[in-house]
T-cell receptor, first 113, second 118 residues
Framework: SAVISQKPSRDICQRGTSLTIQCQVD?????MFWYRQQPGQSLTLIAT?????????ESGFVIDKFPISRPNLTFSTLTVSNMSPEDSSIYLC??????????FGSGTRLTVV | AQTVTQSQPEMSVQEAETVTLSCTYD???????LFWYKQPPSRQMILVIR??????QNATENRFSVNFQKAAKSFSLKISDSQLGDAAMYFC???????????????FGKGTLLTVNP
């Protein structure tokens, strides 16, 4: 199944700045998902990203705050814009694999100060 | 919208013993997919086991098995012969049978933190 390399693994950022998280997949995949995991909470889907089209955002998430790039079938980025302490979370990318499975990146732990 | 409920925020088990983690879900669909994922402190999400709702037989993967009760919308995970390496957060997840776009997303429960005592 696909392997995802996610960078950075962690970062501490100043409020008002932006951070771009990258996910590189070792094979071509149609769809990528971006999740947020707030401290002590479950994973919540931010958006679904297909190559060549705009990402589809879930309720409560907007493109201006979480712009997503999907330039090809092996790569995607999520930017967290104009950060506030409430954005402190773990962010994970994911993709579907064969047999209805899913694989995840190792996550980015973001702390906004 | 589908919801997934894990009613046990924390569980503990003695090494070598058996523990069962509970999961219930709410859906109006008749066919769907259910998963258990493990998240150790490394944050890596690791697939433990999955079940297709159309299959009546409960899925099994080595020491991990599920008790899938479709009518009750229940999907519990049994871990036998618990090992120290099983200590992690366990998430139950649901996927719609529908194809296309965000239909492929996973809906997660809040998780159960499993502690394994030596």
């Amino acid at each position: 199944s696909a392997v995802i390399s996610q960078k950075p693994s962690r970062d501490i950022c100043q409020r008002g700045t932006s951070l771009t998280i990258q996910c590189q997949v070792d094979s071509q995949v149609t769809m990528m998902f971006w999740y947020r995991q707030q401290p002590g909470q479950s994973l919540t889907l931010i958006a679904t990203a297909n190559q060549g089209s705009e990402a589809t955002y879930e309720s409560g998430f907007v493109i201006d705050k979480f712009p997503i790039s999907r330039p090809n079938l092996t790569f995607s980025t999520l930017t967290v814009s104009n950060m506030s302490p409430e954005d402190s979370s773990i962010y994970l990318c994911s993709t579907r694999t064969a047999n209805y499975g899913y694989t995840f990146g190792s996550g980015t732990r973001l702390t906004v100060v | 919208a589908q919801t997934v409920t894990q009613s046990q925020p924390e569980m503990s088990v003695q090494e070598a013993e058996t523990v069962t983690l509970s999961c219930t879900y709410d859906t109006s669909e008749s066919d769907y997919y259910l998963f258990w994922y493990k998240q150790p402190p490394s944050r890596q999400m690791i697939l433990v086991i999955r079940q297709e709702a159309y299959k009546q037989q409960n899925a099994t993967e080595n020491r991990f098995s599920v008790n899938f009760q479709k009518a009750a919308k229940s999907f519990s995970l049994k871990i036998s012969d618990s090992q120290l390496g099983d200590a992690a957060m366990y998430f139950c997840a649901y996927r719609s049978p529908n194809s296309g776009g965000s239909n492929y997303k996973l809906t997660f429960g809040k998780g159960t933190l499993l502690t394994v005592n030596p």
